[in-house]
């Protein structure tokens, strides 16, 4: 168990009690926001580089007069090393939540993506988001990485802990937290490229005034097939 931390040491960024309190003990793993607010489903993917990598799935409420980030994260899995692994992690998760948007982060392992078949066969599914990671986007004082220990402690941030399998994908983030900027953080980092990208993530013909609409999902039986052939 985490320790309380009234205070924090100079290289510590996320205070452990604000992240702490993300934990829904009501909701089960792959559950996500309240189907009356109007959201978008995203998929963000930190490769594996040089060591393990992760992918986020998440709920991010839309609404283009807030500038707060509300996230509900609804998995995280562990993502190893390969092309052929990362490949089949991409597809899985596109097709197990119908996400509306799939970020990934743009560097030397994923620089070649956009010419792979099963790669354009995704954008059938989902609307694809390329994220490229700078000094200026991790620093920005309003929406780079540390900004995710405010959204923390103003609990904008919700993680599913009502199951063992919940809480085994959300102690996942908690220990990124916890180590950040130290140690290895993939989850987290795919979490940020949700923030950075929010703005970009308007749910498909949404308006002011209207509720997100599951109907959004037909013709996916049919497409989905198409994708499921690459796998």
Same mark, same amino acid.
């Given at each position: ?18 992240v ?7 909701r089960?793993?792959?559950?996500g ?11 963000? @993917?930190?490769?594996a ?6 992918? @986020? ?37 596109v ?72 809480q085994? @994908? ?27 990208n929010?703005?970009?993530? @308007? ?6 005034t ?18 499921e052939?690459?796998?």
């Amino acid at each position: 168990m985490y320790q309380q931390q009234p205070e924090l040491s100079e290289d510590e960024i996320f205070n452990m009690d604000d992240v702490l309190k993300a934990r829904d003990q009501e909701r089960k793993l792959g559950e996500g926001m309240p189907i009356e607010r109007l959201f978008a489903t995203v998929v963000a @993917v930190d490769p594996a580089f040089k060591l393990q990598g992760a992918i @986020v799935i998440a709920d991010v409420e839309y609404d283009f007069l807030k500038r707060t980030f509300d996230c509900w994260v609804r998995d995280i899995w562990e993502l190893e090393r390969g092309a052929a692994l990362r490949k089949e992690a991409m597809i899985k998760a596109v097709l197990e939540y119908r996400p509306d948007f799939l970020v990934y982060e743009d560097v030397g392992v994923t620089q070649d993506l956009g010419e792979e078949t099963w790669f354009q066969d995704l954008k059938r599914l989902t609307r694809i988001v390329s994220h490229r990671t700078t000094g200026a986007s991790k620093g920005d004082p309003e929406a780079g990485t540390e900004s995710l220990a405010l959204d923390f402690e103003q609990e904008h941030i919700s993680t599913p802990y009502l199951g063992l399998e919940a809480q085994r @994908v959300t102690e996942m983030l908690e220990r990124d937290c916890e180590v950040y900027p130290r140690g290895q953080s993939n989850a987290l980092m795919a979490l940020w490229f949700i923030k950075w990208n929010r703005k970009t993530f @308007v749910p498909r013909g949404a308006l002011p005034t209207k509720m997100r609409d599951r109907s959004a999902y037909r013709g996916w039986s049919h497409r989905s097939k198409i994708v499921e052939a690459a796998v």
